[in-house]
């Protein structure tokens, strides 16, 4: 049973798993869609009944039914590098590959749909909130009386976007940013705006889940941290990561999102208050662990190789997305 | 509790609906995400643990926890007639909207996830056999090899594409045309394939599934049909469709696909062969079904609403899109 990675030539994360893997046997094939019809080709067959599929790249021949785990790390746009690209090419060959792929009983790191479901930060909020974990007060709307009434109840707020990351090419993050008291808010009209009670923090946290393993890192605030710095990929280079345990209701919420959520993989940030308190900001289904894992140590690329190496679900389950991950639950 | 129709104002489909919605009393919102941030507003608040969100559209404030059902009709591209329009505009007007819904009890036809699913065509092929609809021999590949053997053991074959539609605009629908018997299928090798057995035909059959109500229409082929003529969209007008009876074997196949695939509506087309069986081409989870309808006056805009009218599931389950569709099952 094959380990397939989906993702780009140059991942250095992808590379430090498939080192684990490839030290304890499993077999993995490594392609990147956007190879497609290139040097990766497809073919799948359904006759009598039955479906038999095939998969080639760099010379080497896979059977979907013979996959135990499929990681969708950071995939091209398929047939994005064929001779002809085209918006048809890419749809067509898009649709060929995800489409046999997602009729095998695989597990997934992390299921598409899933995945594009994980993306939504007001169904993250929601679901933080029906598992337990505290969400600290936060308004998304377009209408700027509820944005000015908002901030009356709550003066300390910081901004951020609603989506993530700017979709320009490549991608920029907009740093988070804290609202000035005497803010006006009549732009709120032109487009959501996410407003959040801000946090006064003792640490940032970052929960990494693989499975049912949590891995938790703390970088406690800097002293003399400016209290305007608030988005920790934009602040100072301060205190290390460290290796940090996962109060025990914690974790069992976090696990309950992943459950919910049918995430396999998912990287959380909290803040941590004065009283210890962690606060939910975000679960990003394909959040980058490298920095973590070099910091702390902790073996978090190992983690996920064992993930993708345990035996596929075998399930003749087809559409429910619980059976992709039956090893989170 | 309210039914919410995201769709285009030029919809008369959904006019049909909500005539029948108007004459039985439920409250009915419907509003196109292409008029955020014009006329079409939100704004959700978390706090203390729960969720209170609000939709604005033509002047009516509809409460996201007082939706029965959502049903995604035709909506435009979120905050697509802004402004400003923007590829970032959009995708926070997206999230934002869609972000709130998904964290919501109301039923969907379809839900998005569920949606995007369907619209891939080896997995609906994979289901259909899994769930013992007959299934005509069918290849998706790049491999010209494969294509070669295949056309040897089937020689009478169609082809069509993989993804449905071309993707211009407006949308191109790229007709199922027959494969010639002396077919060279090197170009095979430049972008994913599909040729599958085909069907000589006494009819097609479409059959629309709007929860577990089945509503199946025939159209006898014309006795003077061309056989070259495999597309019944692109034929030229021949008997009319009318009402038939869905054997109970296909019913139950039926039945079991749309709880797999959580769709609470699907429009299937089958053809009927000589032998009177019915062989599954394709579940399109948005067909149209207004033609039907006038053809055959079967109710089926008045069952739509009859659906969208149930209660919402008032489940806390959050992630899961079963509990959307609890009506299908």
Known sequence: MTVLILTSEE????????????????????????????????????????????????GRLVSIGGLRSVWVRRPGTPA???????????????????????????RWMNHPDAARRARHKPWQLRLAQRRGLPVPATL??????????????YPDLVVKPVSGAHPQDPPRAVPTSR????????AVAFGPTLLQRRIAKRADIRLTAVGDRLLAARKAASPDADADEVDVRFAAPGLPWQPVDVPPR?????????????????AFDF???ADGTWWFLECNQSGQFGFVEVET?????????????????GEEGTAHLNGRNSAVS
């Open 179 to 186: 609202v000035a008291p005497d803010a006006d808010f009549s």
């Open 140 to 153: 998304i709307t377009t209408f700027p009386r509820a944005a000015r009434e908002f901030a009356e109840r």
């Open 250 to 266: 914690t974790a069992e919420a976090v696990r309950a999102y992943l459950r919910d959520a049918e995430l396999a993989y998912g």
């Open 80 to 106: 994005g590098r064929a001779a002809q690209p085209s918006a048809w090419l890419t749809e067509e060959a898009s649709q060929a590959l995800y489409g046999m792929l997602r009729g095998s009983d695989a």
């Open 297 to 313: 140590g902790q073996p978090i690329a190992r983690t996920i190789a064992e993930w993708l190496a345990l035996p596929a679900t």
């Open 11 to 58: 991942d250095v994360t992808a590379d430090m798993v498939v080192v684990h893997l490839n030290a304890s046997g499993v077999p993995v094939v490594r392609l990147d869609p956007a190879d497609l019809t290139g040097g990766v080709s497809l073919s799948g067959e359904y006759v009598h009944g039955s479906f038999r599929g095939h998969l080639s790249a760099g």
């Open 271 to 273: 803040v941590e208050d």
